[in-house]
């Protein structure tokens, strides 16, 4: 399994930018729920956001809640996150991460339960 993380950049607080991740590999992509993690300079990497894996389960930390938004598009083998009304304290590295789960409602939010890792995009907000 690789992923792919892109739409990193530098915004302004209270801006938008949005995450994708692309998946490729073996299996089937609706296998896995997939996560997007963080980590800011400093700080243990913490989680944003899962969707479980075919029928849009969704969780979010209470820091993003009602601003940013998790999706997927399986026939594309990519998930997104939208990130609106962007906060200074949003800078980090984000990370998606994919774990193998047996039912639609399994969404994970601690970073030992995926197994797989995309290499992190850099988002910057600025004032």
């Known amino acids: 399994v690789q992923l792919q ?12 930018l949005r995450l994708s991740c692309s998946y490729s590999g073996r299996y089937s992509f609706s ?5 997007w993690f963080r980590q800011a300079p400093g700080k243990e990497r913490e989680f ?24 997927r598009d399986n026939a594309k083998k990519t ?5 609106d009304s962007l906060k200074l304290e949003d800078t980090a590295v984000y990370s998606c991460a994919a774990t193998y789960v047996r039912t639609d409602y399994m969404t994970p939010s601690e ?12 988002v910057t907000v600025s004032s």
Do not use: C, H
């Not at 990193?8 to 938008?16: F, P």
């Not at 296998?31 to 996560?35: I, K, L, R, T």
């Not at 998930?79 to 990130?83: A, F, S």
């Not at 970073?111 to 850099?122: A, D, I, M, R, V």
């Open 5 to 16: 993380a892109s739409g990193g950049g530098l915004a302004q607080a209270g801006g938008s």
């Open 111 to 122: 970073p030992e339960s995926y197994e797989y890792w995309g290499q992190g995009t850099l």
């Open 48 to 71: 944003v956001a899962v969707i479980g894996r075919s029928i849009g389960v969704t969780r979010y930390a209470d820091s993003v809640k009602g601003r940013f938004t998790i999706s």
């Open 79 to 83: 998930v997104y996150l939208q990130m």
């Open 31 to 35: 296998n896995y729920a997939m996560g």
